[in-house]
């Protein structure tokens, strides 16, 4: 099959990741890339061997796809020149600064028949990917996304920063609409929100506790799930998944199972257990490119779509709000 032609718009610090990991996937042709400042744009395009492009135009004359990693506030601009040129887009989270933004891109998107994706990138953890043999229907959910202050992300609140990674991916295990919302947060050292709380209830009876910070003094992204007859623990900073479930005696144990004890009901025998869902080695934001480009080229479903990054983008807002709200009442 003929390689796809891929380009980056924005060659920041997460941009120029993508450059670099595009340049390494056999199934794209990589382009080159565009940046507002010319001088690192020509760096990167120098070091990867690829044309640097002065124009976002310029560059989406010469793609059939494209990812969008300059800052939040230009996504909606260039997603929209994109899509208006047939490119297909993968926009890095959020997928832009207003809920009006992102349902114009998913609109348009939808008419000129174009791809989106978005760049959740936690949904290739290999923590994650590790689970994807249980069936996962938490019941509740505890997360929390911790890290050092770094100026580089304070241009939007921590909501839209780190906390939209845990939003994504508790919604998209749920599917369950939301019912009710509580939060705080603070703005500590930036102007906008660093560190937050909020917990979310769905209609299904599902509750989840998010907690989000970036002046913490230790990094941390670890969620716990509990459902029926299951307690799993993802922490996507050592890539490492843990299940302690319930067991029929029907069923295979893995390789790495320990048997922690037995419940005998009479009719049937359970064993309690603890397990490590084997865990491979996956360069999360390689792969993540590997499959827009799989999508782009067999016509197949992004596997983070634009009406996904929509909905996690509304609830992000939702929680702000919130907070907005209880600054006004105080």
Same mark, same amino acid.
């Given at each position: 099959?003929?390689?796809?032609?891929?380009?980056?718009?924005?060659?920041? !610090?997460?941009?120029?990741?993508?450059?670099?990991?595009?340049?390494?996937?056999?199934?794209?042709?990589?382009?080159? /890339?565009?940046?507002? @400042?010319?001088?690192?744009?020509?760096?990167?395009?120098?070091?990867?061997?690829?044309? %640097?492009?002065?124009?976002?135009?310029?560059?989406?004359?010469? /793609?059939?796809?494209?990812?969008?990693?300059?800052?939040?506030?230009?996504?909606?601009?260039?997603?929209?020149?994109?899509?208006?040129?047939?490119?297909?887009?993968?926009?890095?989270?959020?997928?832009?600064?207003?809920?009006?933004?992102?349902?114009?891109? /998913?609109?348009?998107?939808?008419?000129?028949?174009?791809?989106?994706?978005?760049?959740?990138?936690?949904?290739?953890?290999?923590?994650?990917?590790?689970?994807?043999?249980?069936?996962?229907?938490?019941?509740?959910?505890?997360?929390?996304?911790?890290?050092?202050?770094?100026?580089?992300?304070? #241009?939007?609140?921590?909501?839209?920063?780190?906390?939209?990674?845990?939003? @994504?991916?508790?919604?998209?295990?749920? !599917?369950?609409?939301?019912?009710?919302?509580?939060?705080?947060?603070?703005?500590?050292?930036?102007?906008?929100?660093?560190?937050?709380?909020?917990?979310?209830?769905?209609?299904?009876?599902?509750?989840?506790?998010?907690?989000?910070?970036?002046?913490?003094?230790?990094?941390?992204?670890?969620?716990?799930?509990?459902?029926?007859?299951?307690?799993? %623990?993802?922490?996507?900073?050592?890539?490492?998944?843990? /299940?302690?479930?319930?067991? #029929?005696?029907?069923?295979?144990?893995?390789?790495?199972?320990?048997?922690?004890?037995?419940?005998?009901?009479?009719?049937?025998?359970?064993?309690?257990?603890?397990?490590?869902?084997?865990?491979?080695?996956?360069?999360?934001?390689?792969?993540?490119?590997?499959?827009?480009?799989?999508?782009?080229?067999?016509?197949?479903?992004?596997?983070?779509?634009?009406?996904?990054?929509?909905?996690?983008?509304?609830?992000?807002?939702?929680?702000?709000?919130?907070?907005?709200?209880?600054?006004?009442?105080?």
């Amino acid at each position: 099959m003929k390689r796809l032609r891929v380009g980056v718009l924005g060659v920041g !610090h997460l941009g120029s990741l993508h450059a670099r990991m595009y340049a390494e996937i056999p199934s794209a042709e990589f382009i080159g /890339v565009m940046d507002t @400042d010319a001088a690192r744009a020509d760096a990167i395009a120098r070091d990867l061997h690829v044309a %640097s492009f002065r124009t976002a135009e310029d560059l989406l004359n010469q /793609v059939s796809a494209v990812s969008i990693a300059a800052p939040t506030r230009a996504h909606f601009e260039l997603a929209r020149l994109a899509i208006q040129a047939g490119v297909h887009v993968l926009i890095e989270k959020p997928m832009a600064s207003t809920i009006e933004e992102a349902s114009s891109i /998913v609109k348009l998107a939808k008419e000129k028949k174009v791809k989106v994706q978005i760049g959740h990138i936690e949904r290739f953890n290999p923590a994650l990917l590790a689970l994807q043999k249980y069936e996962l229907r938490p019941m509740f959910v505890e997360s929390h996304r911790l890290a050092q202050f770094n100026p580089r992300g304070t #241009d939007v609140a921590v909501v839209l920063d780190l906390m939209i990674h845990d939003i @994504d991916i508790i919604v998209s295990l749920v !599917h369950s609409p939301v019912a009710s919302i509580e939060a705080n947060g603070v703005a500590v050292v930036s102007d906008t929100i660093d560190i937050a709380n909020a917990r979310i209830q769905f209609e299904n009876g599902c509750v989840a506790n998010v907690t989000a910070s970036r002046i913490s003094q230790k990094k941390m992204r670890k969620m716990r799930l509990f459902q029926k007859d299951a307690y799993i %623990s993802i922490d996507f900073s050592e890539g490492l998944a843990e /299940v302690f479930r319930l067991r #029929d005696d029907g069923d295979t144990a893995g390789k790495n199972t320990m048997l922690l004890g037995e419940i005998d009901s009479g009719a049937i025998k359970r064993s309690i257990v603890y397990e490590q869902p084997e865990v491979k080695e996956v360069n999360a934001l390689k792969y993540e490119l590997e499959r827009f480009v799989d999508a782009v080229q067999h016509d197949r479903e992004p596997p983070v779509t634009g009406a996904e990054g929509l909905r996690a983008l509304t609830l992000a807002h939702d929680i702000m709000d919130r907070i907005d709200r209880k600054k006004l009442v105080l």
